[in-house]
């Protein structure tokens, strides 16, 4: 079986900039493109926040270029999706979509994390037209505009905040009467005269026009009725999944299921593989430093692997080149 160079398990910002810098490196990386291939940008529309687009630039757009970057440079890329991996030994075995296995000398990890959505009727077909989960990337297409953020953690409050600087008026939506962000994060909404409150309440559908969303109907859970709050978007804030499932037990993660990793750098608790992206970032979480990242993860692959040159592979395998 061929031993790859590199293989890189996810497509969006992180991954393809891993690849872009692998294959100029002449490691030739072997792309795995996961269930959401270009990752959560190709779910927004217009992108203002990243560098070197001055007019915006539409996410699936952005995602494509940075593929076809990547393909220039000799990066190959396989349609599939990760259903496990053995880390016992190198070099790495990856298997894809339960059939087909990959075997390779490093690994960059770069599966992301996903947004906990509502899984209400709506929710999925106004993503891009009105419902979000990302306040600092969306938040300026609401100015002056009345939006409602679901969620009671400090995620909810951050994002309520941000969008305060934007919009006319915020509203929190909770289901219940109490909250469960930080007390500091609490004051810090209740103490903005932007920020109102409807709690105690269960989102039930998102309402739209078909084109925009226009409010969110909700049912109140005292008196059992329901009731629409009128608005021109929904931030959903209840939390991210770090898509890391298939590594449970193999890699050294954390409470929630990111991954952990070393000083500065995008190192893992097993030598030869590297995370970078949403997958390793419960903090900012923003196509820019994923980016960033990935960059790092490849300039550290290609160092780990010129101190592995003198690796003793079997007789029955061959380094991809």
Not at 14 to 23: F, I, P, S
Not at 102 to 117: D, E, W
Not at 211 to 218: A, I, M, N, Q, W
Not at 279 to 307: I, N
Request: charged fraction near 20%; proline fraction near 3%.
């Amino acid at each position: 079986m061929t031993v790859h160079k590199v293989m890189i398990l996810g497509t969006g910002p992180a991954g393809l900039t891993a690849a872009v810098y692998a294959a100029r490196a002449n490691l030739h990386p072997v792309i795995i493109e996961g269930n959401e291939p270009g990752g959560q940008l190709t779910l927004t529309t217009e992108v203002e926040n990243f560098p070197g687009f001055p007019d915006g630039i539409l996410g699936p757009e952005l995602m494509d270029n940075m593929r076809k970057q990547a393909e220039r440079f000799g990066a190959s890329f396989v349609n599939g999706w990760v259903s496990g991996v053995d880390l016992s030994k190198r070099p790495f075995t990856v298997k894809v979509n339960e059939v087909d296995e990959y075997q390779a000398a490093s690994l960059i990890i770069s599966t992301g994390a996903s947004a906990k959505m509502l899984g209400i009727t709506g929710e999925t077909e106004m993503i891009g037209r009105g419902v979000s989960t990302c306040a600092t990337c969306d938040g300026f297409f609401f100015r002056n505009k009345k939006v409602l953020v679901v969620g009671g953690g400090d995620s909810a409050m951050e994002e309520a905040t941000f969008l305060s600087k934007h919009a006319a008026e915020v509203t929190i939506v909770h289901r219940r009467t109490e909250l469960r962000a930080s007390k500091v994060m609490q004051e810090r909404a209740h103490n903005n005269p932007k920020i109102s409150w409807a709690l105690n309440v269960a989102p039930v559908s998102v309402q739209s026009n078909g084109k925009r969303v226009t409010g969110l109907e909700v049912k109140d859970n005292a008196s059992g009725e329901n009731r629409v709050l009128v608005a021109d978007g929904v931030f959903v804030a209840i939390g991210h999944q770090p898509n890391t499932r298939f590594l449970q037990g193999m890699l050294d993660l954390d409470a929630i299921g990111y991954i952990r990793t070393r000083g500065v750098t995008t190192a893992t608790s097993v030598a030869g593989v590297f995370a970078c992206g949403d997958v390793m970032d419960p903090h900012y979480r923003q196509a820019v430093t994923a980016a960033g990242s990935g960059c790092k993860a490849a300039l550290d692959v290609e160092k780990f692997l010129e101190g592995s040159a003198t690796l003793d592979w079997s007789t029955s395998s061959s380094i991809h080149a």
